[in-house]
């Protein structure tokens, strides 16, 4: 009999303990609806009903916190449009709050009841109300951009970002204006402000599947891969960046760079081939044939890529500077071991062959200097070759163009 008595009593004091948390999330809502809301005794009692265990689970407690802090932003937003003193980032805050409490109340009045079954109270009435509100977070976002409060920008851009994804808004429009397309990309300026690396990715990444400013956030976004040392990232997102946008060098030098830095040169190669396919450029060949040079690969296939870069464009002075140099090397290489054979004949054969070599690289470096006359690169080979093929006079002008440069 006892026993019965201690379960009988431990059952009324969890039905009055639930009766009472419920009744807090009741006066909660009193309070803030009462001719002068008590916004401060709302949020005390609501925010305590969203921790207690006997309210937290209840969708009708995150519908009620999301009333209190939509009300008091539309208290607010009243003010302002009757041109009264308001409270503007307050307002915007309240915004904030109430959009997130009302999120999670979707999520919890679509879930099965006891029986297995969906029926939400409160999914229609809270969709409508997100909608009608839900284009004050872009003007809280501007607002503390102005106000360079980067960090609270930024969760207004980016819960706008978010709610124009969320499968519980579909269908409300969120971010199809494409006069909105730029909000994803403010939100990137905000988390760049902040100088949060993992906030600025996530920003980054979601701008990218929007078509505004998308060089500018591929651009951002390999430099914080780069900077953080997510290196595959940072390539994976520079050949993103290149298929978009095939013209420019950035993500195209960058990932051949990246490639040839961890002498990766199968990729690079692979790579550069795929592009010139695509779309032939005279700088990916160069690209190309300096690849073959620092993997080893035969000297003809880099002097055929400098070659195919001429054949496009003929004014390529880089080019022709890199086929006069495999030349020239021979020649410097062949003069170094002619001076180290003792042999006199040895010695005056193997200087003579270089005269051959450096005959070779004389056109190429003297074209690479007529396309970029004040080049000293190509000036000091080019002086080298006329001193070991007795051009005396052209020596002598070039020596004296290279001693003013050099005074300047």
């Known amino acids: 009999m006892k026993k019965f008595k201690l379960i ?48 937290k689970n209840d969708v009708k407690t995150w519908y009620t916190a999301g009333f ?16 009264l003193s308001f409270d503007e980032p307050g307002m915007y805050r309240s915004l904030l709050e109430g959009f997130n409490y009302w999120f999670k109340c979707i999520e919890i009045d679509k879930l099965p ?7 939400p109270k409160y999914e229609s009435e809270l969709r409508d109300k997100i909608k009608e509100n839900v284009n004050e977070l872009i003007n809280g976002g501007a607002y503390f951009y102005d106000q360079k409060d980067y960090k609270s920008a930024y969760k207004l851009f980016n819960f706008y970002n978010q709610a124009s994804v969320n499968p519980n808004l579909k269908g409300l429009g969120i971010g199809e204006d494409p006069n909105l397309q730029m909000i994803p990309y403010y939100a990137c300026l905000s988390a760049l402000k902040m100088e949060n690396d993992s906030v600025s990715i996530s920003a980054l990444e979601f701008a990218k599947t929007k078509n505004y400013e998308r060089y500018l956030v591929y651009n951002f976004l390999t430099s914080i891969y780069h900077k953080t040392n997510q290196n595959d990232k940072y390539n994976e997102t520079l050949k ?38 695509r ?28 070659e195919e870069a001429i054949k496009l464009n003929p004014s390529n002075h880089t080019a022709y500077f890199y086929i006069g140099r495999m030349s020239f090397n021979k020649a410097v290489e062949l003069s170094n071991k002619a001076y180290e054979t003792k042999d006199k004949k040895k010695q005056a054969a193997l200087l003579e062959k270089t005269k051959g070599f450096y005959r070779e690289a004389l056109p190429s470096f003297q074209k690479a200097l007529e396309l970029s006359p004040n080049s000293i690169e190509y000036m000091n080979p080019l002086r080298s070759i006329y001193y070991n093929l007795n051009m005396m006079k052209d020596f002598d002008v070039l020596d004296k163009k290279i001693s003013a440069f050099q005074k300047k």
């Open 68 to 83: 209190i802090f939509n009300k008091k932003f539309e208290d607010e937003r009243n003010k302002k449009l009757i041109k």
């Open 240 to 277: 993103e960046g290149y298929a978009l946008f095939p013209d420019s060098i950035y993500f195209a030098g960058n990932l051949i760079n990246s490639y040839i830095n961890t002498k990766d040169f199968e990729n690079a190669s692979k790579f550069l081939l795929e592009s010139i396919k």
């Open 8 to 55: 009988s009593i431990l059952l009324i004091v969890g039905f009055c303990t639930l009766f009472a948390q419920k009744k807090a999330v009741s006066e909660a809502k009193s309070a803030a609806t009462q001719d002068k809301p008590d916004y401060k005794t709302a949020e005390s009692l609501i925010k305590e009903a969203l921790i207690n265990d006997e309210t």
């Open 279 to 306: 779309k032939p450029n005279d700088n990916l060949y160069i690209a190309l044939g300096e690849v073959y040079q620092e993997s080893g690969k035969p000297e003809e296939l880099a002097k055929s890529a400098f």
């Open 113 to 119: 009841n006891e029986k297995g079954k969906v029926k």
